[in-house]
């Protein structure tokens, strides 16, 4: 800085020169200005752009200018909800969208090439993705007439990440409570084909009974060459159902409650049993050794266009086949599955396309603009896909280093310092027939925006300072907030935040939106809070930073 200032008062500019003019002169690169300008690695890849996994729409993406800043997200959300029976599928559509924005995919096996102004995504395991658009940290004071290849490597300079410059983050996760497949399926009981299951997450799996099912989740293919392809199934067709038992069967369920078995009694069937008198005894015996019913596996076959021998293994999820829909006499709820929390993942998938979507977005904004979709969140988050492996933290890590291009003392420490992290997943909403259920005074209600989590055992990482600063946001864009507390004499159930926040000490603020039939298998929301939770979010990455400069605590 102190040879720039020198070089100016040695070549002031003209009184009446026109800086924009002169900037714009200057050939520096655009990742707006030409969508085939590769800002990624060395080993350059060509990701596909092809149509939604499973969507008959051909409109504009929602992120793009196209589709106006101020519009509704809640048809988008739809549309994700319906393309996303999956964690796999989830982060699949999330990666599409994030690539037709104009992100750059990453992969966490190469080097990495980050500019300021880029805007970045990888994948994990195909159930976790991290998307970052970098600040460009540009200073424009200065511009004087001299060699354009010097100022140049000045403005390179200039561009340069700051070491310490800070992340603001939001995260949530992709998976819900659901039924898998287990490694074996197949099994028989008077005269049905069988399919047996595990419980994943905490759900409330009464609500699985009586309701069109089917198969969703990965495969692993075996190609003609010998190597292996991962895909993606989803199954549309109905093709499983759990049956509950006749009320002549069991009298007082009405007044004991429905308990059943999870071992014997939550088995989806599949079909019925067929002899089949041409296979001779050893063809048989094979088949009942088989892990999986061969009709399931042809279905899976035609699915995919291959050979039954050729999938050499799956990953499926059992998934309810009614579509996510607008429901009440306004329209005014969305009646669907996996709400909780692929409801958070959209909003903050959203506002992260929308808030760096076009080039004077990132122009002023010297931290990293983040999202973090995690998965096994239902289940702990101790995976290497989950919240507790430390792939956020490693990818920061990565950009500081990226970014900064030399070492700097204490960089990464003091950018987590400089950090913010809103924890997204949903909320408890009062219930009308069960208002009891919640802390007298701290009742959230659907369409009054997002609910700021707090507990004292830490059970959400909210602090008095995180909660006010979230809020300030959202004052200063007239969006209203709501506040939640457990009862002392309940339980309390956790987020990613405390997993995330204690990994190493960024600040954290624990927030969701409120909800109703939390871990059914059709949940419910309001569509208001939908586009609050997405203004929040992006009011968040867009006035943080003004908000945070204005408090010191240490």
């Not at 104009?102 to 995504?121: A, I, M, Q, S, T």
């Not at 992709?174 to 299951?197: F, H, I, W």
Request: with cysteine; net charge neutral; proline share 5%.
């Amino acid at each position: 800085m102190a040879a720039i200032a020198r070089l100016h008062l040695l070549q002031p500019p003209p009184a009446a020169a026109n800086t924009s003019v002169l900037f714009s002169k200057l050939p520096r690169p655009s990742p707006f200005s030409n969508p085939n300008y590769s800002l990624c690695y060395t080993r350059t890849r060509k990701p596909s752009l092809s149509r939604r996994l499973c969507s008959n729409s051909d409109s504009i993406p929602e992120g793009s200018p196209a589709s106006g800043a101020s519009a509704s997200i809640v048809g988008g959300l739809l549309d994700y909800l319906n393309e996303s029976w999956t964690q796999f599928h989830a982060t699949a559509e999330a990666k599409r969208q994030l690539i037709a924005a104009g992100y750059h995919l990453l992969n966490e096996n190469d080097e990495w090439d980050l500019k300021p102004g880029g805007r970045y995504l990888f994948t994990r395991n195909m159930s976790c993705l991290v998307a970052f658009a970098v600040g460009e940290n540009v200073i424009c004071s200065l511009f004087f007439p001299f060699s354009v290849i010097f100022l140049n490597k000045v403005l390179c300079q200039l561009c340069r990440y700051r070491g310490g410059n800070g992340f603001h983050v939001i995260a949530a996760h992709t998976d819900s409570p659901c039924l898998k497949l287990k490694p074996k399926s197949a099994s028989s009981k008077s005269g049905y084909l069988m399919v047996n299951v595990q419980t994943y997450g905490g759900g409330l799996w009464h609500t699985w009974f009586d309701r069109d099912l089917s198969l969703a989740g990965r495969v692993i293919v075996r190609e003609k060459d010998g190597s292996f392809l991962h895909k993606l199934i989803k199954l549309k067709r109905p093709i499983l159902r759990i049956p509950t038992l006749a009320i002549h069967l069991d009298r007082t369920v009405n007044k004991d409650g429905f308990k059943p078995n999870l071992e014997t009694h939550l088995v989806p069937l599949l079909a019925t049993k067929l002899e089949d008198t041409s296979l001779d005894p050893k063809e048989k015996s094979n088949i009942s050794k088989a892990a999986h019913h061969p009709i399931l596996m042809q279905i899976l076959s035609d699915e995919l266009s291959c050979g039954i021998e050729d999938i050499a293994s799956m990953e499926l999820n059992i998934c309810d086949t009614q579509p996510s829909s607008l429901g009440g006499a306004n329209s005014e709820f969305i009646f669907s599955g996996r709400l909780d929390n692929l409801a958070s993942s959209y909003c903050a998938l959203r506002a992260l396309i929308d808030s760096s979507g076009t080039p004077g977005d990132l122009s002023s904004e010297h931290a990293i603009r983040m999202i973090a979709l995690f998965d096994n969140e239902e289940v702990g988050s101790e995976s290497a896909q989950g919240a507790g492996a430390p792939t956020m933290f490693e990818a920061m890590r990565r950009i500081v280093g990226c970014l900064a291009q030399e070492y700097v003392e204490g960089a990464f420490e003091r950018a987590i310092r400089r950090s913010f992290l809103v924890s997204a997943d949903m909320a408890h909403g009062v219930h009308p027939n069960f208002m009891d259920k919640h802390e007298e005074h701290h009742r959230p209600e659907l369409q009054k925006g997002l609910v700021i989590k707090h507990n004292a055992n830490q059970r959400y990482a909210t602090s008095g300072v995180t909660a006010f600063l979230f809020k300030e946001v959202a004052k200063i864009h007239n969006l209203p907030t709501q506040e939640f507390v457990v009862r002392n004499d309940m339980g309390c159930g956790s987020t990613i935040g405390p997993i995330l926040a204690s990994g190493v000490g960024i600040r954290t603020v624990d927030c969701g939106i409120a909800q109703l039939s939390m871990h059914s298998i059709r949940e419910i929301c309001a569509k208001d809070d939908i586009d609050i939770a997405y203004k929040h979010f992006k009011a968040f990455y867009q006035t943080f930073p003004s908000v945070d400069r204005k408090l010191e605590v240490d």
